[in-house]
């Protein structure tokens, strides 16, 4: 009888620590589940957090590109004018006008920029993991090497065509009357006398040499406003897709 309680007595000792295990497992498991979706929701919202500001960097950019596509599409109506002039036979009655959209034409050289400081702040913190689909990090990384053909095509064709135009304008333009037009610049109106105008040489080779390099000016400001034209429809098709893909109105 003795021996039959002890052995009852084990048994139910072995049930309430089973028991005790058991709930034990199961209160670490749902903390650990608990956790695991609170971080989760704590990171897709610092997702969408980050994506919100990538989408404001979108419409930055279309901005940019619209803006740098008036200004090009003004300057190239100029260049198109100055180079018209210099070929014309009488093109010493035109001098001042000449003058003007030869120095000044060339200032309106916008730069195509693209705003990416979203998107480098979520590689150089290693937030990119935060982007959990697929579709939308290949997406993203897609639109940004914009970044690497700017570098590598439009802005070393303005710096070459500003240098070029730098070295041969004084093979037309009197230095003193430029003086003279930049100490005026920004000024509601100018005093220099017309007979300051006056182009250096008439000789084709020359005129031809100048035109020349207003030429190629013009058709990088071109190439760059039909660049930035794709740019915009990238940029907005991009906007839509993050919208969609994280339901932003």
Known sequence: MEVHHHSHSERKKWTHYFWEFFMLFLAVTLGFFVENQREHYIEHQREKKYIRSMIEDLKEDT??????????????????????????????LF??????????????????????????????????????KETVLNEISRYYQINKYIESGPTPMQYQNR?????????????????????SFGSEKSDIPEDHFALLKTDEKTINTICTRYHFMYSTKKVISLEAKKFIEQATSLIDFLKKEYHFK
């Not at 003007?100 to 916008?110: E, G, K, N, S, V």
């Open 63 to 92: 901005s940019s590109f619209r803006s740098a596509i008036d200004i090009n599409g003004r300057a190239c109506r100029d260049l198109d004018t100055l180079i018209m002039l210099l070929k014309r036979d009488e093109r010493h």
């Open 95 to 132: 001098a001042k006008r000449i003058y003007y959209l030869a120095r000044f034409t060339p200032i309106a050289d916008p730069y195509l920029v693209c705003q990416d400081k979203t998107y480098e702040q979520l590689k150089n913190s290693g937030s990119l993991r935060l982007i959990q």
């Open 163 to 183: 240098r070029d135009w730098i070295l041969s304008v004084d093979l037309l333009f009197d230095a003193k009357t430029l003086q003279e037009m930049m100490r």
